[in-house]
């Protein structure tokens, strides 16, 4: 299997297209470990499926299961540009995925290591965690896009004032 750097650069690809499209910027990737095949790829969509299920983990999971035909996925890793949020470490568990890599923590909402370790409680399966690959890159996209968002926020107050609206 190619290096954590490789299949990051994926799921950042796959987040800046994310970015484009006004959603919060987050890809991921799952890969099987034996040969290195991405068998499953998601962005989130929670803004443009109005679902806030679309996170990108839980739409590389469903891509995965459908190539693989089954919903374990043993034998693989996901790689994610931003810490997991519970809902989907619960999914990565129920998936069986092996191993887990993030690029950014999430000091909120993240549950792999920071505001919980839920891999390391007692459920039935524990996934590996490895946090912070491509742990720059992977901020500064989630940085500049929420500070490019408080911008438009706040221009577009900014003319409803000087409009008198």
């Given at each position: ?9 994926r799921?950042i690809?796959?987040a ?5 499209e ?8 799952i890969?099987?470990?034996s040969d290195?095949?991405?068998i ?7 803004e ?8 990108a983990?839980l739409i ?5 299961c459908?190539?693989l ?7 693989c ?6 810490e997991?949020?519970?809902m989907?470490?619960?999914?990565i ?6 191993t ?5 923590y ?5 549950s792999?290591?920071?505001?919980q370790?839920m891999?390391?409680?007692?459920y ?6 490895y ?9 500064h ?6 500070k490019?968002?408080?911008?438009r926020?706040?221009?577009k107050?900014?003319s409803t ?5």
């Amino acid at each position: 299997m190619a290096d954590e750097a490789y299949y990051m650069k994926r799921a950042i690809e796959l987040a800046e297209i994310s970015a484009d499209e006004g959603e919060v910027p987050v890809g991921a990737v799952i890969v099987r470990k034996s040969d290195g095949e991405i068998i499953g790829e998601g962005r989130n969509k929670r803004e443009s499926g109005r679902n806030a299920l679309a996170h990108a983990e839980l739409i590389a999971i469903d891509n995965a299961c459908r190539k693989l035909n089954g919903w374990r996925l043993p034998d693989c890793a996901l790689y994610v540009t931003l810490e997991p949020c519970p809902m989907c470490c619960g999914a990565i568990i129920n998936a069986r995925i092996d191993t887990v890599y993030f690029g950014a923590y999430d000091l909120k909402a993240g549950s792999a290591e920071s505001v919980q370790k839920m891999f390391a409680l007692p459920y039935n399966h524990k996934p590996e965690v490895y946090g912070g690959i491509l742990e720059n890159e992977c901020s500064h996209m989630l940085k500049e896009f929420f500070k490019n968002l408080r911008g438009r926020k706040k221009r577009k107050y900014m003319s409803t004032l000087k409009n008198g609206v």
